[in-house]
């Protein structure tokens, strides 16, 4: 079981969900990926909802804190210091979106959009690691980034979190891995035409095929796939019934 305690710096840890319709969305995720919800009141009548497999925390699920966007999972990267990673992407060129607070006591956090465009959050740990359990089905097991530019987006990352990024030799330009402290941590791959920059996150599953087919028995809509991945697995990217991307994988995970 691939149980986490802590995460290093420049680790993925965490992911959420804004969407316009909270409960719609917790139905539909419970019944693709098995979870279970545990409600946590954050003023206003309003709840952040953390999804459970096994009992233990894998993402969770909100409502939208600004109604003008578009429902939207959010990626969060671990660093020693929200505040000065929000600094450090600022002197690179990113947007700070949302300057860093503090959330409750779980810990400290700040949102940005890279030069590119795209939107990742950091996470500084407190009461809270961020997820619990990770490549496992149901729980996260990839996160990659979208971009119009991938030489000078590995150029940023690299900058801010001292990531390795490689373009994959057999992928002609195709796929570039992230590699941080040693461990897989993610890809990059370029924006195809009409698309938006922006950060994707992939859920563990069983069966990619079986589970599509239940995705769209929910309401979901196919927007890459499905495809293989040689030596690799097979994967999906869906549009939820709230129109947030999200997608699958089924095949080789790390513990």
């Not at 409960?23 to 459970?52: H, N, R, V």
């Not at 009461?127 to 971009?147: H, M, Q, R, T, Y």
């Not at 069966?207 to 087919?213: E, F, P, S």
């Amino acid at each position: 079981m691939a149980e986490r305690t802590s995460y290093a710096p420049g680790t993925f840890s965490w992911v959420d969900l804004q969407t316009s319709d909270q409960d719609a969305a917790q139905s539909f995720y419970s019944e693709l990926l098995g979870w279970d919800y545990e409600d946590i009141p954050i003023g206003d009548g309003s709840t952040y909802s953390m999804a459970k497999v096994q009992g233990k925390s894998v993402a969770a699920i909100g409502g939208l804190q600004d109604p003008s966007m578009p429902p939207h999972w959010n990626c969060y990267v671990t660093v020693e210091s929200a505040d000065a990673a929000a600094e450090r992407a600022g002197e690179l060129g990113a947007t700070v979106l949302a300057p860093p607070f503090d959330v409750f006591d779980a810990g400290r956090m700040s949102a940005f959009a890279d030069p590119q465009g795209a939107v990742l959050s950091v996470w500084q740990a407190k009461d809270s690691i961020g997820a619990e359990l990770v490549n496992v089905p149901g729980a996260l097991s990839w996160n990659e980034l979208v971009s119009p530019d991938l030489a000078a987006s590995a150029e940023f990352y690299r900058g801010l979190f001292g990531w390795q990024i490689d373009e994959v030799p057999e992928s002609d330009g195709g796929y570039w891995s992230i590699t941080n402290g040693g461990r897989q941590n993610g890809g990059m791959v370029p924006m195809l035409e009409g698309g938006h920059p922006a950060w994707n996150l992939y859920f563990a599953v069983d069966d990619v095929d079986a589970a599509l087919a239940r995705a769209q028995e929910l309401g979901a809509a196919i927007v890459v796939g499905p495809m293989d991945i040689p030596n690799s697995g097979r994967f999906v990217v869906l549009r939820d019934p709230q129109n947030a991307v999200f997608s699958l994988f089924s095949g080789w995970l790390d513990d």
